[in-house]
């Protein structure tokens, strides 16, 4: 059986801060979160299939630039965590406390980059 793992595409840092807000708009309370950036030439040499896919939560304007990884089985989930355990060895990785979440949202919908009603009702609730 196979299943997808949802990411989000971006090309800069500004892309990769809106991956991070439109992955916390989708979230179900205020976390302890880790980012890992994957370049996508990483992903397509390992031979994984990434395909465009519209997320059923979060804000509109960064809907676009969600992915998932498709077709995953035991083996290619195989291949994703090791990529990612490479990448964490390397410093790839970005933490967000709970705390630095709840700014981001609070600042970005006080800055109208969207609108509290676009976050997931959980999130929402807890700002």
Request: hydrophobic share 45%; glycine share 4%; proline share 3%.
């Amino acid at each position: 059986m196979a299943s997808e793992l949802s990411v989000w595409y971006a090309k800069d840092e500004q892309d990769l801060d809106d991956a991070r807000l439109a992955m916390l708009a989708a979230t179900n309370k205020p976390a302890t979160i880790d980012f890992v950036e994957i370049p996508l030439s990483v992903v397509q040499e390992a031979g994984l299939k990434v395909v465009e896919s519209l997320p059923t939560v979060g804000p509109e304007a960064l809907k676009s630039r969600h992915r998932d990884i498709a077709d995953l089985d035991l083996d290619s989930l195989q291949t994703v965590a090791k990529i990612i355990q490479r990448l964490l060895s390397e410093d790839k990785a970005k933490r967000l406390t709970a705390g630095q979440c709840k700014t981001m949202l609070k600042q970005a919908i006080a800055n109208n980059r969207f609108s509290a009603n676009e976050l997931a009702e959980g999130i929402s609730s807890k700002l």
